[in-house]
């Protein structure tokens, strides 16, 4: 299959249309797991588990399987769910999120039927990280996330040092808590009232490539600290890696006033780079 001589946007419609029949062949293979399930044809073809099944038969990642039969679970309970999959409003990951709350909410107390289709109504066009923000907020206000990361012996001496300066607010020396006493330090110092922007002064032979601190801090704080690579009202949400772009270049006569800066993440300011190049 030879894709490169087509127009970019013949690659995205057709591309666009190849996942809507991925997503009906995904809820073809939820309404056959249910009908497996129901025939019990695992345990007849030697599997203990409609889990070991999908392993082991049909060959899915335990991730895979876990994802398949959460969603066909709650399939069963709540038939449009397969609807809303095939048509793209939630991802095959997104209701098995929810099946794995209810699921679990359901040792608690009975999860009334209108109650998850009102929590899987919330769920629409959310994308992953969203819809499993919504689920803990509703079902697990408490949920933690396990960080783990590798230090380095001057890292951990600073967070020793942190840690007996910031003592009066964290006695025990809780490191979560350290952190979060370090973030909330970085971030107040952020919110201090945006200056106003700078009006430099430029002349042709003062030029220079230097962007000033106070119109740096703010074209970061106007950006709200996100790409601003915008395409058809589709902004990026990266927050990576973002640096400071000129949008007329700088080389071609581009100035450091705020209306020519744009902050730009590292995939971004790459790609504008390859489009002036190409
Ligand atoms: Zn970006």
Request: aromatic share 8%; charged share 35%.
């Amino acid at each position: 299959m030879d894709l490169s001589k087509k127009k970019n946007n013949e690659l995205l419609e057709e591309l666009k249309d190849l996942t809507g029949q991925e997503r009906l062949i995904v809820t073809r293979v939820l309404l056959y797991l249910q009908e497996v399930e129901k025939r019990k044809l695992f345990l007849e073809e030697g599997y203990s588990s409609l889990f070991a099944f999908c392993t082991e038969f049909l060959l899915y990642t335990p991730a895979e399987a876990q994802v398949r039969i959460e969603a066909m679970r709650l399939g069963k309970e709540i038939p449009e769910v397969i609807e809303k999959i095939k048509e793209g409003k939630v991802s095959l990951s997104n209701a098995a999120e929810a099946q794995g709350h209810f699921r679990r909410e359901e040792k608690k107390r009975v999860v009334p039927k209108a109650e998850k289709e009102e929590v899987l109504e919330s769920l629409y066009d959310c994308t992953t990280r969203e819809a499993e923000k919504k689920l803990n907020e509703r079902y697990d206000p408490e949920a933690k996330v396990k960080l783990s990361f590798y230090a380095s012996p001057e890292l951990l001496e600073k967070l020793e040092k942190c840690k007996g300066l910031l003592a009066h607010q964290n006695y025990e020396g809780d490191l979560a808590k350290l952190i979060e006493i370090l973030a909330d330090k970085a971030l107040k110092a952020d919110d201090a009232p945006p200056r106003r922007a700078p009006q430099a002064q430029e002349t042709q032979e003062n030029r220079t490539r230097y962007i000033p601190k106070a119109t740096q801090a703010f074209v970061w704080k106007r950006a709200n600290h996100q790409c601003e690579y915008e395409k058809n009202g589709k902004r990026c949400t990266s927050r990576h890696a973002l640096e400071i772009d000129h949008i007329v270049e700088y080389a071609k006569g581009g100035s450091n006033k705020p209306e020519n800066l744009r902050l730009l993440c590292s995939a971004h300011n790459k790609f504008r780079n390859f489009q002036q190049s190409g």
